[in-house]
């Protein structure tokens, strides 16, 4: 879930006004195989109505025409909760052209992002297509630029060469369909998105043909796609369908050499295939009964470490009700369903950190594994919840005391192998806090990887920082989410219409409505907080000559933390021992093989007002005509800002300067300006920019206009406190003559 910056009206709330994060947990993407196979089976859908088809012009996200489309999230979305890195795949048709839309989350858009598609619709390998698409040359587009073409698209024909050092890549010129049919949008720094339309041919005679692609008019055909990510880190990620298909490096390490065989591709049909429905679960029907959704319930002996190691102390905990509610999109009933409920300490754990809750301690209700059941065909909402009840042990309630904070794992199985799953596994975080400053702890894991790549002594992990902030309106019995600019829903608003105008995909990542019961005092704003994280491995691969490291994803976690009142800007910041800060949100961690290394975030709710009084001193520094004989001396200031939203600012600056002249002489100059002042980053170090006009009076002189421009660094360690160093240049003249300075001041802000 991410959300964009909005300016609201300071509120009158005082201490009672508190920060609420509701936590979810993003998930594990090394989870224990189970029996359910993964979903590598599509049906496009056809395209059109009164939607449309898609405009061809790089943007997916916005446009309706992919309304009716079959949607695949390729980085697990099961196991990260529905708010971690996403990579969409569309997919629709038309009796002329098979449509393919890409929404591509990344840690940032990067020069070799490449995108790989492979076709095969007939028994004839020659027939067969694969397409490199580069969107990107080496100098970017501008953010927010569409309708694209791509930087270079090449492809082969016949799957039995193509991996071949002999194999010649056919370039595709604009004017032909691979180029001319593709488009590209640079929607965000860590997005982009591609729209692809491909013709189709009906005449199995004109599959050899490289002017359209050949599909049967029924029957199947195979599809891979990939997604793969590059940074300037020199890794690389991947997300490919069917998941878990990715490149297969040869011996050369070329890309153009390494595509998977035909056998790990992915089924589609223009008809019907049994495994485009299945059973499937979702993060938000998973929990608990608790009255606090996300928060595991213990006897209040167990936070009394006295008592914990009294061995003639005992307790009774009390049940903790574990929930979950499969759907089934088929037409028959999937028979014989069960689930199993694990948990896990808060943060990246490694597989085997799960806990599977029971045999110890108290289960009522149902087992674990729980009792198999039927989930009915076509069953939206879900009509079948499998739930058990759990009373911790003593000694597990004085464990959890310590790491209070835990992630559920919910994994679904059949003892019937005719049953279909979706998805076999999803992940939701079990805590729900309210401070008006929070600060948590995370463990990420390095157990259970064995020995790190050659070359390195530790396992090394990159951690990559999204975040932004969203403001909210309750529609029924949920917070729905509106950009900045757009009106808010109303509260009398259907619900379904509310979906249909404000959930979706914002900036950085899918925007999500809020359960009202997880914010009784409601919900004004809030930010959304993620650590994605990536482990380096030994695996490369040469994209157009440059070397890159795999990196595989191993989940992630984050925060959405909710407000009821009017937030001035938020805090954030990520700190950890061995945590070594690369660049702004990008981190790297390296943990030595079986240990664990803990990292805090924090997130403040600033409710300060938009008033601030700043006092500076410093050197002035003469520059024009008018000072050639006189030195720079004391120079201070006092300015009041008054801040719009979170980065824009006016500021009304006094200025008073002195400098030493010839003879003991001292020339003064008193100045007041009216400038405008950009904040360029948010957080604990704030960059500023800013520029303005005023009149500076000189004495002995006259009174002149004149402007100033300047640069400065903000820290805030305190939300209503910043410390500030500033540099200014003053051009102005008198009499015709220049009298331009720079100022140096270090100084202090209040906020109110």
């Known amino acids: 879930m991410t959300c964009k910056q909005t300016s609201q009206p300071r509120s009158s709330a005082g201490t009672d006004r508190l920060l609420k994060p509701l936590l979810l947990s993003l998930g594990l993407a090394l989870l224990t195989p189970l029996s359910a196979p993964a979903q590598d089976e599509m049906c496009p859908p056809a395209l059109g109505g009164l939607a449309g088809t898609p405009t061809l012009d790089g943007n997916v996200d916005g446009d309706n025409g992919w309304a009716a489309a079959t949607q695949f999230n390729l980085i697990d979305p099961t196991a990260t909760g529905g708010t971690s890195r996403d990579v969409v795949l569309r997919v629709g048709q038309t009796s ?30 020659a027939h067969d297509w694969r397409l490199h698409i580069k969107p990107f040359d080496t100098a970017l587009p501008s953010v927010g630029t569409n309708n694209l073409s791509p930087h270079t698209v090449d492809y082969w024909r016949d799957s039995t060469i193509w991996n071949t050092a002999g194999a010649t890549a056919n370039p595709a010129p604009l004017a032909t369909w691979p ?18 339309r491909i013709p189709r041919e009906g005449n199995i005679a004109n599959a050899g043909s490289n002017n359209a692609v050949y599909f ?28 878990g298909s990715g490149v297969v490096p040869a011996p050369s390490l070329l890309l153009n050499e390494s595509t998977p065989p035909k056998t790990q591709w992915g089924t589609a049909s223009f008809g019907s295939l049994p495994g485009c429905d299945g059973v499937r679960l979702t993060w938000d029907h998973i929990g ?15 936070f009394n470490a006295a008592k914990c190691a009294d061995p003639g102390q005992n307790w009774t905990n009390p049940t903790n009700t574990f929930f979950s509610e499969p759907e089934n999109t ?8 069960f689930v199993t409920y694990k948990i896990a300490n808060w943060g990246i754990p490694s597989a085997s950190q799960w806990n599977q809750i029971g045999p110890a301690g108290t289960l009522s209700g149902n087992t674990n594994p729980t009792s198999p059941a039927t989930v009915p065909a076509a069953g939206f909402p879900p009509s079948t919840t499998f739930e058990v009840g759990w009373a911790p042990t003593k000694q597990q309630s004085c464990d959890y005391a310590n790491h209070t904070h835990q992630c559920i794992l919910v994994e679904m199985d059949s003892t019937n192998p005719s049953v279909r799953f979706l998805n076999r596994a999803v992940t939701r975080n079990m805590d729900f806090v309210h401070a008006s400053t929070f600060q948590r702890d995370a463990e990420v894991s390095a157990i259970g990887y064995g020995p790190p790549p050659a070359g390195q002594t530790a396992q090394e992990f990159l951690l990559f920082v999204v975040s932004d902030t969203e403001r909210y309106e309750r529609v029924g019995d949920r917070f729905v989410p509106f950009p900045q600019g757009a009106k808010p829903p109303s509260p009398n608003m259907d619900e379904g219409t509310a979906d249909t105008a404000y959930y979706g995909r914002r900036a950085r990542g899918p925007v999500l409505p809020v359960p009202a019961r997880l914010f009784p005092n409601a919900i004004r704003e809030a930010m959304t907080w993620t650590v994605l994280a990536y482990r380096k491995t030994a695996q490369g691969l040469i994209i157009d000559g440059t070397r890159y490291t795999k990196a595989e994803p191993v989940g992630g976690f984050g925060y959405v933390a909710g407000h009821d009142g009017a937030v001035s800007r938020w805090v954030q910041r990520f700190e950890g021992a061995k945590l070594e800060r690369l660049s702004e949100d990008v981190y790297l961690l390296r943990i030595e093989p079986g240990h664990v290394e803990t990292v805090t975030t924090t997130i403040q709710a600033i409710e300060t007002g938009p008033w601030s009084l700043s006092v500076h001193a410093g050197q002035n520094d003469p520059q024009g005509d008018r000072w050639d004989a006189c030195d720079g001396d004391l120079s201070w200031g006092v300015d009041l800002e008054y801040l719009f939203g979170d980065r824009w600012a006016a500021e009304l600056f006094y200025g008073h300067e002195d400098f030493n002249c010839p003879g003991g002489h001292k020339d003064t100059v008193d100045h007041l300006s009216l400038n405008g002042k950009a904040y360029l980053l948010s957080g604990f170090w704030r960059p500023f920019v800013g520029v303005g006009i005023g009149g500076y009076d000189f004495s002995p002189g006259p009174t002149e206009l004149g402007g100033n421009v300047f640069v400065g660094l903000q820290a805030n360690p305190l939300p209503n406190l910043g410390v500030e160093a500033t540099a200014r240049y003053h051009k102005v003249q008198v009499s015709s003559t220049d009298a331009d300075f720079l100022t140096y001041h270090v100084g202090l802000r209040f906020r109110f």
Do not use: K, M
């Open 288 to 302: 608990t009964r608790n009255p606090t959704v996300h928060q595991i319930l213990l006897n209040p002996d167990a």
């Open 96 to 125: 002329t052209h098979l449509y393919l839309g890409l929404i591509i989350d990344e840690p940032q858009v990067h020069q070799d992002d490449v995108l790989v598609i492979g076709l095969s619709t007939d028994t004839n390998d």
């Open 179 to 196: 180029s001319a049919n593709t488009r590209i949008q640079r929607t965000t720094s860590s997005r982009w998105e591609i729209e692809i």
């Open 330 to 337: 088929t037409t028959a009933d999937a028979d014989d369903v």
């Open 216 to 243: 049967p008019a029924s029957g199947s055909f195979e599809l891979y796609v990939d997604a793969i990510s590059t940074t300037f880190l020199g890794t690389y990620t991947e997300a490919p369908w069917p998941q």
